[in-house]
């Protein structure tokens, strides 16, 4: 073999990519992008959103899933937090005290059907949600 078919045939070195398979790792940290969002139950201001996105953000780069499921839960959970702002006026009225119960159990409901989807490696929609990110 000649100089230049050795060469040809040489691999360039492994640069870091995103991952295309759905490896446990990324399936652990799209479920966390999800349930990140339940945070927002403990009473600290914007956490359903910060959340998501600190784990969004670490991890984008190197998981394709989790870039998809992040923006995902991002999305999601600014729509939970803009249907929240709305609520609390509404509270003069009444209306605001049966929406507010109604949608935080549809929160965590959804949020909990999300991460189970993901952890099984599923990319999983909201069925309600603002795409803010795209």
Not at 85 to 106: E, N, R, T, Y
């Amino acid at each position: 073999m000649s100089d230049e078919n050795v060469q040809s045939e040489q691999v360039n070195p492994v640069q870091p990519t995103r991952d295309t398979e759905t490896n446990k790792d990324a399936k652990t940290f799209g479920m966390l992008c999800h349930l990140l969002g339940l945070a927002g139950l403990t009473g600290i201001p914007f956490s359903n959103v910060l959340g998501p996105f600190v784990m969004w953000q670490l991890k984008k780069n190197d998981y394709a899933f989790v870039d998809d499921q992040g923006k995902e839960a991002m999305n999601f959970q600014i729509t939970v937090l803009i249907g929240v702002l709305i609520c609390f006026p509404l509270m003069f009225i009444i209306i605001g005290a049966l929406l507010l119960p109604a949608l935080i159990v549809f929160d965590v409901v959804m949020v909990i059907i999300a991460s189970m989807k993901a952890n099984e490696g599923e990319k999983f929609r909201y069925p309600v949600c603002i795409r803010f990110i795209k």
